[in-house]
Structures are given as C-alpha cells and as structure tokens.
C-alpha cells in the first residue's frame, strides 16, 4: 500500500541516484489553496516588515536589545533576570507545532514558514516576473548563453541580493531598532562592524538559499520535516492521491481506467518535485498545489475534483476518519498543564528585582574598637516601562545598618548596586551575633503592595 506514514531514511525526490541535484522547477498553478496561501503569505510578510514601526509606550513593539539586555514585547518589558520566561515561550511554539502536525500534517510547511513565506512570496515571485513561466525557463536554462538569458539571470540575481538585503535590514531591526537601522546605514560600517557583520551574513545566507538551495532546506536540513512520521498517525489531515478512485490511470475515455488521467500536473508544481500518487512522503511540505492542480484537471474533464485532497491515510483507504482520539485528550491535558505553569510563573514575575548581597572579601571585620562589621549591597532592577524611585530603610534593631543611599531613582530595565554596612557595637556582642539578621525594607514610589524586605545573616567570629 502506498498510502502509509513517510519513513526515515527515504532518499530525497530532488537527488538523482548519481548524487546530483535534480533541479525543480514548479509549474505555476491557480485555485483555492493557492489563493488562501498568497493572501497568507502577503499577511505575513506585512506583518514581519510593519511590526519594528509600531512603537507601544514609547518603545517598539518587539525590540529585542540584547546589547543592553533589555526586550520589549507589546508593551511588556523584560530583562536578563527574566530569560527563564523564554522557555514557555519556545516549549510552547514546539507543543503547538506537534499539536498542528499531529492534527493536519505539514500544515505549518506549507503556509506559514518563513522559509515557504519568502520562497513563494518573494522570490518564485521575482524569478516568474523576469524568467517567464516554468517552460520557458527549462529552456533558457538549457540553452546557451544567449543575451536575453544574462540580462534575465542578471536582473533577477540583483533582485535576489536586494530582497535578501531587505528581508535581512528589516530582521536587524528587531535587535537594534528601526531608528537604529537608519542610523547604522548612514553611517560608516567601521563604526558597528557587529551589526554590519550580522546583516550581511544574514543576507548572504538569505540570498544563497532562496536562490539556488531553495527546497533543499526543507528536504535535507531541516529537522521537523523529518520528525513529521512520529508526530502523525493515519487520522491526520494530510495532502493525500485517492488511490481507489484514480487507479488504473488511463485516458480521459478510456472507460476501464481510474480518474487519473496521466497528466503529470500534480507532479510538475510540486515545489519538492515529489509525485503525490506515490503515497505521503517525508519530502512533501503540504503545500496542496498538487489539490489546485489535479482539481483544475478534474474541472476539465468535467469530473468531481478531490482526486488529491486533504484527508487523512484512513480516509483516503474508505476507512472510517477519527477526529477526536486519545492522542487529541492527551494533547488537550498537557497544554492545560504548561498554561497554567506558563500563567503562573507570569504571575510571580516582579516588577522590580531587589537583593541583598555580601559584598566580596572577608565576610565581615573587626574595626580597632572590637566593632563587627558586616558589608552587604543591594543590588536593585527596575523592570517597569519607566523611572522609578525606591526608599530603603532597615527594619533591624540589634544591628545598626549605614545606607548612604536611601532614596534612588532608576531608569526603565536599569539596576543599581547601593553599598549597606551592618555593625555590632564591641558591647553589643554575644553569642547570638552571628545568626543576627539583616532586614531591609524596599518601597516602590507610589506602589505600597510592591513594598518587599530582603534579609542577610549577619556574620561575626566565633559563630
Ligand atoms: S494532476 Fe490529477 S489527473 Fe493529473 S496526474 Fe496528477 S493525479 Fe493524475
Ligand atoms: S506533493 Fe503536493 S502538497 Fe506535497 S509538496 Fe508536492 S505539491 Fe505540495
């Protein structure tokens, strides 16, 4: 049966058994999914370049200033101290991703990888403009070097650099700012040669992969495509050839033969140059340009179309589909878990970071008047979106505590280290003076329940 889940270690469709590269040069195609896909990849390259010029309370609304440690995510903001967070993030993106293939195969693949996004939106697009269609590019590219084929080549590589540079302009600002990208390219490279570095490796790359190594990315280097047969099972949504109805293939009037007519359409605007009729393959990112096509066929001839559809490996078999089962249960329990954990933990993140350090060196000192005397800090972060100002004062009695420093205000995301000193008094001592603690409180100008006490044990000799 050749409908059945894709297995490792299946050789590639765009490597001929020489080693070489076989190129793929898909058909253009019309239909639904084709239009639901251009208008989501155009939503998404909007939303990708529109984002660094929208600012939210001053800042943009997704800076990532790793320079300065400091990030920015819709009016959110967040510091170093913060990272942790980012673990419910990514775990979270990795459990939707499993959730989505498990449910409707390489869905992800085949509309909203940036790899896709910008392969189909951007570059195919570019190359179709000035190549022409697939035919005529096949042919340029088989012939000789004639002056229409370098001014077309020419052109279109120089619209590959500039897009790539674009695409990867716009990805800096993420990190720098967009008022920080308009500077940087004004400005001598000399001057930010990290920056410069990172754009330009990152256009490099760019230009490299949507140009010549397209589809290998997905075929050969990425992981998830390969992980795609364990997160499946045979009641998945997937790009299926209904096998029962298009088998024998044969002529359009042949009365003896199936619905399939032979015509190759689905195989030539295959992005990865798979033949769908072969069965689900690792190779296949679920783009459904093979559905538009086959359909347009079955439209022609004047039959039904879902030849090639979206369905699941039991549905394409007549066999009974599922779409609640036990795998769905599980996945619903353990996103309820990591919400709550993630909502959690999003709760207990403080608006300001306050603790009390030993300072380094001796723990404490013996002054010539047999005073103990023990040097803390307290090192403060202020998270909020703006300035705020902190009081400190000691709430210890048995240990007098110096803070020169009892009123500061901080910068948004900025910290500040205030030097405490704690002294026992030479008559004060006792068995007990070590085990004292220190306790400082901490307010928050105009946020009393923000009010904290932090604490240290005081450290005398003997104890
Ligand atoms: S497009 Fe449809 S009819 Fe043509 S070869 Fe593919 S499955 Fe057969
Ligand atoms: S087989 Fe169909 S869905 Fe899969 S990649 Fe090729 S055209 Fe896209």
């Given at each position: 049966?050749?409908?059945?889940?894709?297995?490792l270690?299946?050789?590639t469709?765009?490597?001929?058994?020489?080693?070489?590269?076989?190129?793929?040069?898909?058909?253009?195609?019309?239909g639904?999914?084709?239009?639901?896909?251009?208008?989501?990849?155009?939503?998404?390259?909007?939303?990708?370049?529109?984002?660094p010029?929208?600012?939210?309370?001053?800042?943009?609304?997704?800076?990532?200033?790793?320079?300065?440690?400091k990030?920015?995510?819709?009016?959110?903001?967040?510091?170093?101290?913060?990272?942790?967070?980012?673990?419910?993030?990514?775990?979270?993106?990795?459990?939707?991703?499993?959730?989505?293939?498990?449910?409707?195969?390489?869905?992800?693949?085949?509309?909203?990888?940036?790899?896709?996004?910008?392969?189909?939106?951007v570059?195919?697009?570019?190359?179709?403009?000035?190549?022409?269609p697939?035919?005529k590019?096949?042919?340029?590219?088989?012939?000789?070097?004639?002056?229409?084929?370098?001014?077309?080549?020419?052109?279109k590589?120089?619209?590959?650099?500039?897009?790539?540079?674009?695409?990867?302009?716009?990805?800096?600002?993420?990190?720098?700012?967009?008022?920080?990208?308009?500077?940087?390219?004004?400005?001598?490279?000399?001057?930010?040669?990290?920056?410069?570095?990172?754009?330009?490796?990152?256009?490099?790359?760019?230009?490299?992969?949507?140009?010549?190594?397209?589809?290998?990315?997905?075929?050969?280097?990425?992981?998830?495509?390969?992980?795609?047969?364990?997160?499946?099972?045979?009641?998945?949504?997937?790009?299926?050839?209904?096998?029962?109805?298009?088998?024998?293939?044969?002529?359009?009037?042949?009365?003896?033969?199936?619905?399939?007519?032979?015509?190759?359409?689905?195989?030539?605007?295959?992005?990865?140059?798979?033949?769908?009729?072969?069965?689900?393959?690792?190779?296949?990112?679920?783009?459904?340009?093979?559905?538009?096509?086959?359909?347009?066929?079955?439209?022609?001839?004047?039959?039904?179309p879902?030849?090639?559809?979206?369905?699941?490996?039991?549905?394409?078999?007549?066999?009974?589909?599922?779409?609640?089962?036990?795998?769905?249960?599980?996945?619903?329990?353990?996103?309820?878990?990591?919400?709550?954990?993630?909502?959690?933990?999003?709760?207990?993140?403080?608006?300001?970071?306050?603790?009390?350090?030993?300072?380094?060196?001796?723990?404490?000192?013996?002054?010539?008047?047999?005073?103990?005397?023990?040097?803390?800090?307290?090192?403060?972060?202020?998270?909020?979106?703006?300035?705020?100002?902190?009081?400190?004062?000691?709430?210890?009695?048995?240990?007098?505590?110096?803070?020169?420093?009892?009123?500061?205000?901080?910068?948004?995301?900025?910290g500040?280290?205030?030097?405490?000193?704690?002294?026992?008094?030479?008559?004060?001592?006792?068995?007990?003076?070590?085990?004292?603690?220190?306790?400082?409180?901490?307010?928050?100008d105009?946020?009393?329940?923000?009010?904290?006490?932090?604490?240290?044990?005081?450290?005398?000799?003997?104890?």
């Amino acid at each position: 049966m050749k409908n059945q889940l894709p297995v490792l270690g299946q050789t590639t469709s765009s490597l001929r058994r020489d080693g070489h590269r076989n190129w793929v040069h898909p058909a253009d195609v019309k239909g639904r999914f084709t239009s639901l896909r251009r208008w989501g990849f155009a939503a998404l390259i909007a939303i990708y370049a529109v984002t660094p010029w929208i600012t939210i309370g001053g800042h943009p609304a997704v800076f990532l200033d790793i320079a300065r440690r400091k990030f920015y995510l819709f009016g959110a903001t967040f510091n170093a101290q913060d990272f942790w967070l980012s673990f419910f993030l990514f775990s979270g993106i990795g459990f939707l991703l499993i959730v989505a293939t498990a449910l409707a195969g390489r869905v992800w693949c085949g509309y909203a990888c940036p790899q896709t996004v910008f392969l189909e939106g951007v570059f195919r697009r570019i190359e179709r403009l000035i190549e022409g269609p697939r035919s005529k590019r096949i042919k340029r590219n088989a012939g000789p070097m004639t002056f229409d084929k370098v001014w077309r080549k020419t052109v279109k590589h120089v619209a590959f650099v500039v897009s790539a540079l674009a695409v990867a302009h716009i990805f800096l600002s993420y990190f720098v700012s967009l008022p920080g990208v308009f500077e940087m390219v004004q400005r001598n490279p000399a001057e930010h040669p990290e920056a410069f570095a990172w754009a330009m490796g990152m256009a490099g790359l760019m230009y490299g992969n949507f140009a010549f190594f397209r589809e290998q990315l997905c075929l050969i280097v990425c992981p998830y495509g390969r992980l795609q047969s364990v997160l499946m099972d045979n009641d998945s949504i997937i790009v299926g050839y209904d096998e029962k109805r298009g088998e024998p293939r044969g002529k359009a009037k042949d009365p003896d033969a199936g619905a399939c007519v032979s015509c190759s359409r689905c195989v030539t605007v295959c992005p990865t140059g798979i033949d769908i009729r072969e069965g689900l393959q690792l190779d296949c990112i679920g783009c459904a340009n093979c559905i538009d096509a086959c359909d347009e066929v079955m439209g022609k001839l004047g039959r039904d179309p879902g030849l090639i559809r979206y369905d699941s490996l039991n549905g394409l078999e007549g066999k009974a589909k599922r779409f609640i089962r036990p795998r769905l249960f599980m996945y619903v329990v353990l996103g309820a878990v990591g919400l709550a954990v993630a909502s959690y933990s999003l709760q207990g993140r403080t608006v300001y970071e306050a603790n009390l350090l030993r300072q380094p060196g001796a723990p404490f000192v013996v002054t010539d008047d047999g005073d103990v005397r023990n040097a803390f800090e307290i090192h403060l972060v202020n998270k909020l979106e703006g300035d705020a100002t902190f009081r400190i004062r000691s709430l210890t009695d048995d240990v007098e505590l110096v803070i020169p420093l009892a009123e500061v205000t901080i910068g948004s995301l900025e910290g500040t280290h205030i030097p405490i000193f704690a002294t026992v008094l030479q008559e004060d001592l006792d068995g007990r003076s070590a085990g004292r603690e220190v306790r400082i409180e901490v307010a928050l100008d105009g946020a009393p329940e923000e009010t904290r006490v932090v604490t240290a044990t005081f450290l005398a000799p003997g104890n």
